[in-house]
């Protein structure tokens, strides 16, 4: 299983970007996928997650509104919209899988919003 996270950069506050999530060597239309970030010293935090088939999606309290999870099962790809970024955003993303008691993340992208 591979993940490999795309699109992070330096942004100013209100400004947006869009991460994308590449999956190769699983199913990728079966499996709930999710965006994570972490701070410099915070925890690993979970930002949005969507289902397989993309009917469903979850959102931490702090981005509803902002951001936006979508996937293209065709493409094995999940993405992260990010709209109207604070300061507070600033982060690394990772692509997150779970299959059983497994955990498969990437490699992560940094997201920077600072003027």
């Known amino acids: 299983v591979q993940l490999v996270e795309s699109g992070g950069g330096l942004v100013q506050p209100g400004g947006s970007l869009r991460l994308s999530c590449a999956a190769s060597?699983?199913?990728?239309?079966?499996?709930?996928m999710g965006w994570y970030r972490q701070a410099p010293g915070n925890e690993r935090e979970l930002v949005a997650e969507?289902?397989?088939?993309?009917?469903?999606?979850n959102y931490a309290d702090s981005v509803k509104g902002r951001f936006t999870i979508s996937r293209d099962n065709a493409k094995k790809t999940v993405y992260l919209q990010l709209n109207s970024l604070k300061p507070e955003d600033t982060a690394v993303y990772y692509c997150?899988?779970?299959?059983?008691?497994?955990?498969?993340w990437g490699q992560g992208t940094q997201v920077t919003v600072s003027s």
């Open positions: 997150n899988l779970e299959i059983g008691f497994l955990a498969y």
């Open positions: 060597g699983i199913i990728f239309s079966i499996y709930t």
């Open positions: 969507i289902t397989s088939g993309g009917r469903s999606t």
